[in-house]
């Protein structure tokens, strides 16, 4: 399945704003659904390209704003699955958030 519209869609949102994980899997459980296919599944592929592809990176909501988290990309692919698989893929705000790097942004804006 193609993808390429979901990212699209992710980054664009990111432009102006921190984007919750839910954003993430509700995107993917729209398209899974039009395609007969597990959203579960869809949402890793889509978290890779967007934070293993390198135009988000997920955190949390601090103080301060938006507060990265440190590990390396595949690994916090992984803490944002175990976070939603937590919440039974539910997670209604109380996980993570995503937001764009330089090149989500450039994609955006291309």
């Known amino acids: 399945m193609n993808t390429d519209a979901i990212?699209?869609?992710l980054v664009a949102e990111g432009l102006d704003d921190?984007?919750?994980v839910d954003t993430v899997i509700g995107a993917a459980r729209e398209a899974a659904d039009a395609a007969?296919?597990?959203?579960r599944g869809l949402t890793v592929t889509?978290?890779?390209r967007l934070i293993v592809g390198g135009l988000m990176v997920a955190g949390d909501i601090g103080e301060d704003g938006f507060e990265s988290w440190p590990d390396p990309a595949p690994e916090m692919v992984r803490k944002v699955?175990?976070?939603v698989e937590s919440f039974d893929w539910t997670p209604l705000g109380g996980a993570c958030w995503l937001a764009n790097t330089a090149a989500g942004d450039e994609r955006a804006r291309g």
């Open 7 to 9: 990212v699209d869609e």
């Open 18 to 20: 921190w984007v919750p």
């Open 36 to 39: 007969g296919v597990d959203f």
């Open 46 to 48: 889509v978290l890779e």
């Open 81 to 83: 699955v175990a976070q």
